[in-house]
């Protein structure tokens, strides 16, 4: 039985040799590119009321010779139209990027067809258009406003200061998916750059078909080693990590770790959140800049787009996927300079927003510009448009007075939100209060009242009347459905403490 079982695998083994090499007789040695598979046959659609034709009419699809399945297009084309004629044009890539980029370089060739290209784009800083309608929005004000050394304070980079502006490089790249995994890769990837004080570069790397992949990401690599200091846009959690995977996939070893890195996601979203209906770089452009991109294409059919490129279908819907690659990374210097704006101008009109006056709150406190803290909570508080979020803001204002010493304002603040708050919104007041006289004004019977009041709004919890009054820690389970009767419990030790401390003191009196 062995003997028969190891036959078998090496008749398997045979099996499977020989037809590889008619695999590779059919091919002529070379590599299949997924811009020579003809896309499937696709039966005509029945038009309203027409009766569909039955399976076994339909014409069989053609199997791709590609061992690789690529998305087929869409039954719904309606959303993909982006003005260009169906066509499908087998190894016309090259005649594409010339068209339309008569500067781009090759960055390799195989049999005479480019695996991966550069492309070569400029901007002026004066704000007006270039040839593909691409523009620096906010202008000449970019340089104006633009100081690297507030990298320590949007994202805690303080290498930043010490660098100048050519040493940065602005990225953005373009994929095939949002998630890792196979035949997920980034075919487009933007850098970046100032050319002096009149103009803003990018340069592109553009995977013609996938195994150019290690071509442009080692010319990326080349070319990134030549700045000192990067700047992206949600490049922390997506950028940065994808490439980096890719570039261990493909051997290609990236320079990020020796770079420091500036993430203006998140420093945006302390401005813009809750004012916007997203921070994404577009939404900006429109709403806060005022900014009408002229070439573009959402971002969701993006992957699909470069798809239906590589199997030679409607090519030219590649053209405003580079366009939108190049406005996302011409945006990011404006978005940084204007974030740069607003740390020194918290008081400018279009800054008048609680999110707003709460996050550069957030800036100050890091670098420890009390003044500053409390100046913005005091607008955002006034800036609020629901009782809750006034409170929020007014008791983050109390704790600022607390830590600067102003213990009136602080006082005065509490005494007023204990009042105004309904219900469970006063326990926190009434809390401060009984800890202020307790630690500061040695007055227990106030102490003793204030905390009476806090139990008294904890009071409208239908379970805060039926606890038991218990010390036990083992009784209380610190979750947040049993917050209040922790918080109850609490209290209650607070309020026995208080009762024993005024006991001593009214003891000691003569």
Not at 70 to 89: I, K, V
Not at 146 to 159: E, M, P, T
Not at 389 to 404: F, I, K, P
Not at 473 to 488: F, H, Q, Y
């Amino acid at each position: 039985m062995p003997e028969k079982k190891h036959a078998s695998e090496d008749e398997q083994r045979r099996e499977r040799a020989r037809r590889i090499d008619e695999l590779i007789r059919r091919t002529e040695g070379r590599v299949v590119r997924a811009s020579e598979i003809k896309p499937p046959v696709r039966p005509r659609r029945a038009a309203p009321g027409e009766v569909p034709a039955n399976r076994g009419d339909r014409p069989e699809r053609e199997s791709p010779v590609s061992p690789t399945r690529l998305p087929t297009q869409s039954d719904n084309e309606e959303d993909l139209d982006l003005g260009f004629e169906d066509e499908f044009e087998p190894g016309a890539d090259n005649r594409l990027v010339r068209e339309f980029y008569p500067d781009s370089e090759p960055l390799g060739k195989v049999e005479d067809e480019c695996l991966a290209w550069r492309l070569r784009t400029e901007v002026s800083l004066d704000g007006s258009p270039n040839a593909s309608g691409v523009r620096m929005p906010l202008g000449a004000d970019v340089l104006e406003h633009l100081d690297l050394k507030l990298g320590r304070v949007f994202d805690r980079q303080a290498l930043f200061g010490s660098l100048e502006l050519d040493d940065l490089a602005f990225l953005d790249i373009e994929s095939t998916g949002l998630s890792g995994g196979v035949g997920v890769v980034a075919f487009l990837v933007a850098i970046g750059f100032f050319d002096g004080r009149e103009r803003f570069v990018v340069e592109q790397y553009f995977m013609e078909d996938f195994p150019g992949e290690p071509t442009m990401l080692d010319a990326l690599v080349r070319r990134l080693k030549e700045f000192k200091g990067l700047v992206t846009y949600n490049g922390k959690s997506f950028d940065l990590p994808f490439l980096s995977v890719r570039g261990a996939m493909t051997r290609v070893a990236m320079p990020f770790a020796a770079m420091p890195h500036l993430d203006l996601l998140h420093a945006s979203r302390r401005i813009w959140r809750g004012r916007l209906a997203s921070c994404s770089l577009s939404t900006i452009e429109s709403e806060a800049f005022g900014l009408a991109r002229e070439s573009d294409v959402p971002g969701s059919l993006i992957p699909r787009i470069y798809m239906e490129y590589l199997r030679g279908i409607r090519r030219r819907q590649i053209v405003p996927v580079i366009d939108h690659n190049v406005q996302d990374v011409v945006s990011m210097p404006a978005v940084f300079a204007f974030l740069c704006r607003c740390y020194r101008n918290p008081e400018l009109e279009d800054l008048q927003h609680q999110t707003t006056q709460a996050g550069l709150a957030g800036w100050y406190r890091r670098e420890g510009r009390a003044e500053q803290v409390v100046e913005c909570l005091e607008r955002a508080a006034l800036l609020s448009r629901s009782p809750i979020e006034e409170h929020s803001l007014s008791m983050h204002v109390a704790v600022e007075y607390r830590r600067a010493g102003r213990w009136t304002d602080a006082v005065d603040v509490w005494r007023e939100r204990a009042r105004v708050a309904p219900g469970l919104l006063g326990v926190g007041p009434c809390v401060e209060m009984a800890k202020y006289y307790e630690h500061r004004e040695k007055d227990f019977t106030q102490a003793i009242e204030w905390t009476r009041r806090a139990l008294e709004c904890l009071g409208e919890l239908p379970e805060a009347s039926s606890l038991p009054d218990s010390t036990d820690s083992s009784d209380t389970d610190e979750t947040e459905s049993d917050a209040g009767p922790a918080l109850v419990s609490d209290l209650r030790r607070r309020l026995r403490r208080l009762e024993r401390r005024l006991a001593r003191q009214q003891d000691k009196k003569p």
